[in-house]
């Protein structure tokens, strides 16, 4: 089966994460060829991809719509033969259904990995227009679905409706591996953390992860906990902007941006944290709770759409309402007062439910029904 992803880019983030983990995780013995395509933007998980067995191709798009991109894009979909074309982004799957149908695919699938309404206006308008050219629309959560439908179900094989939910995963073993096994000594070392109380963040600098209310939460926090250290670990616009928020309330010794930070040695900062927090006021699943909870770290998250279905409430880790930072600084506190059981929990939870083999066997069976469909087996004839 060859199956071609479309996407924006190829940054570290949530998209592009699943995408890597879904072909890293591909048994090879699994008669599936993955291509990735990207439209513009940054390259860096490309390598990634290559070395996990994926064909990688650039359409070298200088700017959404650029006319030379869109060009490629229809070129190649006439030249190419899949039998899945996977869509990612509202950008990519407006794109993605248009010239994928232009070209002869008659398999389409986009995931969704937002909820509707923090789509832009005009990419999200597109996106909804030209869903109906989809076979198959999946969310990644079912909160992501209900945005968009009113409802939301489990992924059974063989429903008909044009929606269903697949959840998102991470390797639940191999990263708890790596954070039982990565040496803190030299982070340790870097930031001077002993034994304080140690919080971490992961997400990009973007409004819709509001870091901003961590930083003001942690004013209280501080006013208790005088030593507390968080990490904010990311990349995007507003990293000089936290930096300077967290100086301006006198917590540069307390509150560290460190941007991003390479994959290898993520492991290293969850290792060294005692509890992972999140301030997101938008989130469709969210891959750092995720891997906070692989790595049995009790989680602290605003309690919206998608973050609700990965943390239970006093089981897990705690929840409060977004934009909250002082019940978020309550929450943070309390969180340091329970024993070890809710990162048990977490773990287990993980495992049963959000570990990246479940999700590829879902898209893997989704994918041999879909094809099945197109192609039914012959059956014989009696005259």
């Given at each position: 089966?060859?199956v071609?992803?479309?996407i924006?880019?190829?940054?570290?983030?949530?998209?592009?994460?699943?995408l890597?983990?879904?072909?890293?995780?591909t048994?090879?013995?699994?008669?599936?060829?993955?291509?990735?395509?990207?439209?513009?933007?940054?390259?860096?998980?490309?390598?990634?991809?290559?070395?996990?067995?994926?064909?990688?191709?650039?359409?070298?798009?200088?700017?959404?719509?650029?006319?030379?991109?869109?060009?490629?894009?229809?070129?190649?979909?006439?030249?190419?033969?899949?039998?899945?074309?996977?869509?990612?982004?509202?950008?990519?799957?407006?794109?993605?259904?248009?010239?994928?149908?232009?070209?002869?695919?008659?398999?389409?699938?986009?995931?969704?990995?937002?909820?509707?309404?923090?789509?832009?206006?005009?990419?999200g308008?597109?996106?909804?227009?030209?869903?109906?050219?989809?076979?198959?629309?999946?969310?990644?959560?079912?909160?992501?679905?209900?945005?968009?439908?009113?409802?939301?179900?489990?992924?059974?094989?063989?429903?008909?409706?044009?929606?269903?939910?697949?959840?998102?995963?991470?390797?639940?073993?191999?990263?708890?591996?790596?954070?039982?096994?990565?040496?803190?000594?030299?982070?340790?070392?870097?930031y001077?953390?002993?034994?304080?109380?140690?919080?971490?963040?992961?997400?990009?600098?973007?409004?819709?992860?509001?870091?901003?209310?961590?930083?003001?939460?942690?004013?209280?926090?501080?006013?208790?906990?005088?030593?507390?250290?968080?990490?904010?670990?990311?990349?995007?616009?507003?990293?000089?902007?936290?930096?300077?928020?967290?100086?301006?309330?006198?917590?540069s010794?307390?509150?560290?941006?460190?941007g991003?930070?390479?994959?290898?040695?993520?492991?290293?900062?969850?290792?060294?944290?005692?509890?992972?927090?999140?301030?997101?006021?938008?989130?469709?699943?969210?891959?750092?709770?995720?891997?906070?909870?692989?790595?049995?770290?009790?989680?602290?998250?605003?309690?919206?759409?998608g973050?609700?279905?990965?943390?239970?409430?006093g089981?897990?880790?705690l929840?409060?309402?977004?934009?909250?930072?002082?019940?978020?600084?309550d929450?943070?506190?309390?969180?340091l007062?329970?024993?070890?059981?809710y990162?048990?929990?977490?773990?287990?939870?993980?495992?049963a439910?959000?570990?990246?083999?479940?999700?590829?066997?879902?898209?893997?069976?989704?994918?041999?029904?879909?094809?099945?469909?197109?192609?039914?087996?012959?059956?014989?004839?009696?005259?």
């Open positions: 089966m060859d071609c992803f479309l924006n880019q190829l940054a570290p983030g949530g998209a592009p994460t699943l890597l983990d879904i072909v890293a995780n048994d090879a013995d699994t008669d599936i060829d993955y291509t990735v395509c990207f439209v513009e933007g940054e390259d860096t998980l490309s390598v990634d991809f290559e070395d996990a067995g994926a064909r990688v191709l650039d359409f070298g798009g200088a700017f959404k719509f650029d006319p030379r991109a869109l060009s490629r894009m229809a070129r190649f979909f006439r030249r190419e033969e899949y039998d899945i074309l996977h869509t990612h982004l509202p950008y990519s799957q407006t794109l993605g259904r248009i010239f994928g149908r232009l070209g002869g695919i008659e398999t389409i699938v986009s995931t969704q990995h937002s909820i509707a309404e923090h789509y832009h206006p005009l990419t308008t597109l996106e909804r227009l030209t869903r109906p050219l989809d076979t198959k629309t999946i969310a990644i959560s079912e909160g992501v679905e209900r945005s968009f439908t009113g409802s939301a179900r489990q992924y059974e094989p063989g429903q008909p409706d044009q929606w269903c939910t697949i959840y998102n995963g991470v390797d639940v073993a191999g990263f708890n591996e790596r954070v039982r096994t990565a040496d803190t000594t030299a982070l340790e070392s870097q001077g953390v002993d034994d304080e109380p140690t919080f971490l963040t992961v997400g990009r600098y973007v409004p819709a992860k509001s870091q901003a209310d961590l930083v003001t939460a942690m004013t209280r926090v501080v006013d208790t906990h005088p030593d507390a250290r968080l990490f904010i670990i990311g990349w995007g616009d507003l990293e000089d902007d936290l930096r300077a928020a967290a100086s301006d309330r006198g917590l010794a307390n509150i560290t941006v460190t991003r930070v390479s994959p290898t040695d993520i492991h290293e900062y969850y290792a060294l944290a005692d509890a992972f927090v999140t301030s997101s006021t938008v989130e469709g699943l969210g891959i750092a709770g995720l891997e906070a909870m692989a790595a049995e770290l009790p989680v602290v998250a605003t309690a919206v759409p973050l609700r279905e990965i943390v239970t409430e089981k897990t880790g929840l409060v309402p977004p934009n909250a930072p002082d019940q978020l600084a929450a943070m506190m309390r969180v007062r329970t024993d070890k059981l990162g048990t929990n977490g773990y287990e939870r993980a495992a439910t959000f570990d990246i083999r479940k999700t590829v066997a879902s898209y893997h069976e989704l994918y041999g029904e879909l094809c099945s469909d197109v192609n039914p087996p012959m059956t014989a004839r009696h005259d």
